[in-house]
């Protein structure tokens, strides 16, 4: 297993929002600072879990500003630059560099349907343009296309600020292939919780977390205990927090998290649309999860 360039646990941050639906900056610096003090390791921001599709670069780059301020270097900032034009996410990307952040995400490029040589000129283009550490996405269950191992691995090779590849495409035969293949020092990241623990099984290094926002000590075990080799221990953690895993994708993400943190005492302000507010029954069974895992009491 490749030793880990972030960290094992790094968290998708939700971005908070006020309640008119305006940045909550000051919100999203408590929550960099409440994530890192519960074994968060590093911070993915405006990713999928932080609404990237609905908050667009001035206020991104404001976003971005403002957790590197609180994290004041104490832990890597990941900034989400992929967007599905080239030329926007190559500009975009250079100016994201500029605020000094450690690494850029980029997202396979979604409702465009590339091919996969549009793929592999898409994130070359992003690479070549910053002299920082790249991770690719791979979420075809949001952008319909997959990337396939092959232009992952191709990606690798061919550009050495491509670090690794945020992997939620849940597909294993995929996922060992990738790490089977991969020049030295690129990791794989488990882009879904519920994945982690047979991911890093394969190989992977760690996890991109979601349910982190709420049991970040216990994933942090889960991913230390698998890579120590207390393999007992790593499917005890995971067996325990699957229902959270679960709960927390009931509905498309960030809803769940966002209640989640809201039940927890920690709200960061409802989703913009056109996702929405979680329903009453779904709150409840969310709430049900979290008092069987006594993070309510």
């Given at each position: 297993?490749?030793?880990?360039?972030?960290?094992?646990?790094?968290?998708?941050?939700?971005?908070?929002f006020t309640p008119n639906g305006g940045l909550d900056l000051p919100r999203a610096q408590e929550l960099a600072l409440?994530?890192?003090?519960?074994?968060?390791?590093?911070?993915?921001?405006?990713?999928?879990?932080?609404?990237?599709?609905?908050?667009?670069?001035?206020?991104?780059?404001?976003?971005?500003?403002?957790?590197?301020?609180?994290?004041?270097?104490?832990?890597?900032?990941?900034?989400?630059?992929?967007?599905?034009?080239?030329?926007?996410?190559?500009?975009?990307?250079?100016?994201?560099?500029?605020?000094?952040?450690?690494?850029?995400m980029a997202v396979v490029p979604y409702y465009n349907k590339?091919?996969?040589?549009?793929?592999?000129?898409h994130f070359g283009a992003i690479a070549h343009a910053v002299d920082i550490p790249v991770i690719l996405y791979n979420i075809?269950?949001?952008?319909?296309?997959?990337?396939?191992?092959?232009?992952?691995?191709?990606?690798?090779?061919d550009f050495e600020n491509i670090v690794a590849v945020k992997e939620a495409s849940s597909n294993l035969s995929q996922i060992a292939a990738i790490i089977d293949g991969a020049p030295r020092g690129f990791e794989v990241l488990s882009g879904n919780d519920e994945d982690t623990l047979?991911?890093?099984?394969?190989?992977?290094t760690g996890v991109i977390s979601v349910a982190s926002h709420l049991v970040g000590p216990q994933v942090a075990e889960l991913v230390?205990?698998?890579?120590?080799?207390?393999?007992?221990?790593?499917?005890?953690?995971h067996l325990e927090l699957m229902p959270l895993f679960k709960a927390l994708f009931m509905?498309?993400?960030?809803?769940?998290?966002?209640?989640?943190?809201?039940?927890?005492?920690?709200?960061?302000?409802?989703?913009?649309?056109?996702?929405i507010p979680a329903t009453g029954e779904q709150t409840a069974e969310l709430d049900r999860v979290m008092r069987h895992l006594g993070i309510l009491t």
């Open positions: 297993m490749t030793e880990p360039r972030f960290g094992r646990l790094l968290t998708a941050m939700v971005t908070p409440r994530l890192l003090d519960q074994d968060t390791e590093a911070l993915v921001v405006c990713g999928t879990t932080g609404e990237s599709p609905t908050v667009f670069y001035d206020d991104k780059l404001r976003l971005f500003q403002a957790v590197l301020e609180a994290v004041d270097g104490a832990a890597p900032v990941i900034a989400n630059a992929g967007d599905n034009c080239t030329d926007d996410s190559v500009d975009f990307a250079r100016r994201v560099a500029g605020l000094g952040v450690d690494a850029i590339p091919p996969q040589e549009g793929l592999y000129r075809p269950g949001r952008s319909v296309i997959n990337m396939e191992a092959a232009t992952t691995l191709r990606l690798a090779a047979p991911m890093m099984g394969l190989g992977a230390n205990a698998q890579a120590s080799g207390d393999h007992t221990r790593a499917l005890k953690t509905t498309a993400n960030p809803i769940m998290v966002k209640k989640a943190l809201e039940l927890a005492g920690f709200p960061a302000g409802e989703c913009r649309l056109p996702l």
